[in-house]
């Protein structure tokens, strides 16, 4: 059982504005940055967002992330077949003084 | 830009140590301000953050698993070690290092992972 709450499972067409979810609280999200990670098959997670809404260099801006209390979200823009992958958010938590992450979501590219 | 490779057994006996180590390129140990992690995640699961260590040597560990985690570092290798100790098969995982700035940026750099098995 996760931290950090996300749908285990998203969807769309290339081409489509995908988003997801990650829900935490006031200990985790809601007093802490919110990071995103991908997840190719068979890879190490890569970072994806920092700081709530910051890409490091390399990362297309069509990925994008917002956060709003104790939720985030990730959007995707221009879905590509490349960008089918899982995606975790994470987040310090100041009650377990330690990182805690959403249990994943896997991005089907239909 | 830092990298990382782990290092250790890939099968442990049920009851006994896991051992790993990451070693460190592309940066210092010793004065790069990361605090280095191990991070673990179990077949077709998601990750778990199992502790850090700090330049200075100061720990902290995940609460779940604190009892049986001892992170430490060795400065002259550029590396830093995870034992784990009293495995059961739901330690069975792929085991990641990696570089952690602060809360704001997570984790920027990771090793490709390491599989570690329990099983007799």
């Known amino acids: 059982q996760s931290v950090l709450t996300q749908p285990p499972s998203a969807s769309g067409t290339p081409g489509q504005r995908v988003t997801i979810s990650c829900s935490g609280s006031?200990?985790?999200?809601?007093?802490?940055?919110v990071n995103w990670y991908q997840q190719l098959p068979g890879t190490a997670p890569k970072p994806l967002i920092y700081?709530?809404?910051q890409r490091p260099s390399g990362v297309p801006d069509r990925f994008s992330g917002s956060k709003s209390g104790t939720s985030a979200s990730l959007a995707i823009s221009g879905l590509q077949s490349e960008d089918e992958a899982d995606y975790y958010c994470?987040?310090?938590?100041?009650?377990?003084?330690?990182?805690?992450f959403g249990g994943g979501t896997k991005l089907t590219v239909l | 830009q830092v990298q990382l490779q782990e290092s250790g057994p890939g099968l442990v006996k049920p009851s006994q140590t896991l051992s790993l180590t990451c070693t460190v390129s592309?940066?210092?140990?010793?004065?790069?301000?990361?605090?280095w992690t191990w991070i673990r995640q179990p077949a077709g699961k998601g990750l778990e953050w199992i502790g850090r260590?700090?330049?200075?040597?100061?720990?902290r560990y995940n609460p779940s698993l604190k009892s049986r985690v001892t992170i430490s570092v060795n400065m002259s290798k550029n590396q830093f070690s995870l034992k784990l100790n009293s495995v059961t098969a739901a330690d069975t995982a792929v085991y990641y290092c990696?570089?952690?700035?602060?809360?704001?940026?997570?984790?920027?750099?990771w090793g490709q992972g390491i599989l570690v098995t329990v099983s007799s």
């Open positions: 260590i700090y330049t200075s040597g100061s720990t």
């Open positions: 592309g940066g210092s140990i010793s004065s790069d301000s990361y605090y």
């Open positions: 990696a570089t952690n700035y602060d809360v704001l940026t997570g984790f920027r750099n």
């Open positions: 994470a987040a310090w938590d100041d009650s377990l003084n330690g990182w805690v």
């Open positions: 006031s200990s985790n999200i809601g007093s802490n940055a």
């Open positions: 700081n709530n809404n």
